[in-house]
């Protein structure tokens, strides 16, 4: 009997990349001349979320672009960025949180496995916390569903990766 084989569709980012990206926005706020003495700041709070705060929307969103450039130059999608209602800070400032997506929610999660099983393929997907695991006998069928979800990956709302290939 041939033995099954199997991967895991994740949800994830890598942590220090985050750091990094977020350390070389906070030298850009020092650095640019258009926000140089604007008294902003973006700070990341573990991997939960990372809050930006300065005086006025312009300059949010263009602290929010270079923040997107970043973090596509090292390998982060963007997806990760769960965007909260701009907030009123003190001293007249701006604040606005960005929440970050890590792991798979429910809804998602089913949306992928329905996905997998209206591809007719010969596979089982099955719901595990936070991630999927697909298993079949063929590794083609395998390399076939990752290049269907590769494929919808912009119809779902978290940048997909997949682990434990065996």
Do not use: H, W
């Not at 001349?33 to 700041?41: I, P």
């Not at 907030?87 to 089913?110: D, F, M, P």
């Amino acid at each position: 009997m041939a033995k099954d084989c199997s991967f895991d569709v994740v949800s994830e980012f890598d942590k220090q990349e985050l750091v990094n990206a977020v350390d070389q926005v906070k030298r850009d706020l020092t650095s640019r001349f258009d926000l140089k003495n604007s008294n902003s700041s973006i700070e990341l709070e573990g991997d939960k979320s990372i809050t930006i705060t300065t005086s006025d929307d312009m300059k949010l969103r263009n602290i929010y672009d270079i923040l997107q450039s970043k973090l596509v130059k090292r390998g982060i999608s963007i997806k990760i960025l769960d965007a909260q209602p701009v907030e009123n800070a003190l001293g007249g400032n701006v604040r606005q949180v960005y929440k970050l997506r890590k792991g798979l929610t429910q809804e998602l999660a089913k949306k992928i496995t329905a996905d997998i099983k209206d591809s007719k393929l010969k596979v089982q997907a099955s719901i595990q916390g936070e991630q999927v695991r697909v298993t079949g006998k063929s590794k083609d069928d395998l390399q076939a569903v990752i290049q269907i979800l590769r494929k919808n990956e912009d119809k779902y709302e978290a940048p997909l990766q997949f682990t434990n290939y065996r």
